[in-house]
């Protein structure tokens, strides 16, 4: 993950933490304020699918694949 990606991944976190409406604007001015250059396309991509997907339902999803079977879980002694 670039630092343009985690930069911009905390931006919406902080927006969404403070209820403010998650835009590529405010993520690039939360961006900017912080001190970090990131490439223009970013906090739009970045808005862009956070306008189809809640940032809850992203958070509770981490991790939710798939369990191993058993099987594949076994490690010999």
């Given at each position: 993950?670039?630092s343009?990606?985690v930069a911009?991944?905390?931006?919406?976190?902080?927006?969404?933490?403070d209820?403010i409406p998650?835009t590529?604007?405010k993520?690039?001015?939360?961006?900017?304020?912080?001190?970090?250059?990131v490439e223009?396309?970013w906090?739009a991509?970045f808005?862009?699918?956070?306008e189809?997907?809640?940032?809850?339902?992203?958070i509770?999803?981490?991790?939710?694949?798939k369990?191993?079977?058993?099987s594949?879980c076994y490690i010999?002694?």
């Open positions: 993950m670039s343009s990606e911009c991944t905390l931006a919406a976190l902080i927006l969404h933490d209820g998650i590529s604007e993520i690039a001015t939360v961006v900017k304020a912080a001190g970090i250059k223009a396309y906090p991509l808005a862009k699918l956070l189809k997907r809640s940032v809850d339902d992203l509770l999803s981490v991790g939710s694949g369990p191993l079977p058993l594949l010999p002694l």
